[in-house]
T-cell receptor, first 113, second 112 residues
Framework: GDSVTQMEGPVTLSEEAFLTINCTYT??????LFWYVQYPGEGLQLLLK?????DKGSNKGFEATYRKETTSFHLEKGSVQVSDSAVYFC????????????FGKGTTLSVSS | EADIYQTPRYLVIGTGKKITLECSQTMGHDKMYWYQQDPGMELHLIHY???????EKGDLSSESTVSRIRTEHFPLTLESARPSHTSQYLC???????????FGPGTRLTVT
């Protein structure tokens, strides 16, 4: 079945460091791909998304490119801030709109000043 | 900004009690979901609904039940709470024809 694998955390970085969180997927068809972020004590918020191959999603300095050839959707940010400390989830949706999302296990990011 | 609400935000309750976790959305979304989030942060789908009077079990077996009598309301009930039910419960909804899901803030349940 469909699945998402993302790098295990925690990831610990200093402020202004470069961030990469790897995400690969297995799916039939052409899924949409998402990155969600969860700040402490809150629900999940959509960070960015891509709906077809070679699309680049971007938001708040984060970006990820939908790579069909490597089945990947790695999250990157050039310069992290303390406020970016959170749990990041990679997810995919089957091609039929409205089906449940399939989430990776989450990666905890901790940024220190 | 998504308008999806969950109450209570935090609940501590004794074993054997019946509880209902509330979830409401004001966006008119037809599809709604309940996820259970374990301490390691992994999310598991436990229930979903495609509309009024539609409810389905998710991938993770759960002793909870849900109902969908109104479009905007999707409550989750535990008839007899047990310590193994201690978890974070997240509700979500999505628009017709859209993949993106909007999440509520969650209910953190502790059963003693």
């Amino acid at each position: 079945g469909d699945s998402v694998t993302q790098m295990e955390g925690p990831v610990t970085l200093s402020e202004e460091a470069f961030l990469t969180i790897n995400c690969t997927y297995t799916a039939t068809g052409y899924p949409s791909l998402f990155w969600y972020v969860q700040y402490p004590g809150e629900g999940l918020q959509l960070l960015l998304k891509a709906t077809k191959a070679d699309d680049k999603g971007s938001n708040k300095g984060f970006e990820a490119t939908y790579r069909k050839e490597t089945t990947s959707f790695h999250l990157e940010k050039g310069s992290v801030q303390v406020s970016d400390s959170a749990v990041y989830f990679c997810a995919l949706s089957a091609n039929q709109a409205g089906t449940a999302l399939i989430f990776g296990k989450g990666t905890t990011l901790s940024v220190s000043s | 900004e998504a308008d999806i609400y969950q109450t209570p935000r935090y609940l501590v309750i004794g074993t054997g009690k019946k509880i209902t976790l509330e979830c409401s959305q004001t966006m008119g979304h037809d599809k709604m979901y309940w996820y259970q989030q374990d301490p390691g942060m992994e999310l598991h789908l436990i229930h979903y609904s495609y509309g009024v009077n539609s409810t389905e079990k998710g991938d993770l077996s759960s002793e909870s039940t849900v109902s969908r009598i109104r479009t905007e309301h999707f409550p989750l009930t535990l008839e007899s709470a047990r310590p193994s039910h201690t978890s974070q419960y997240l509700c979500a909804s999505s628009r017709p024809g859209d993949y993106e899901q909007y999440f509520g803030p969650g209910t953190r349940l502790t059963v003693t």
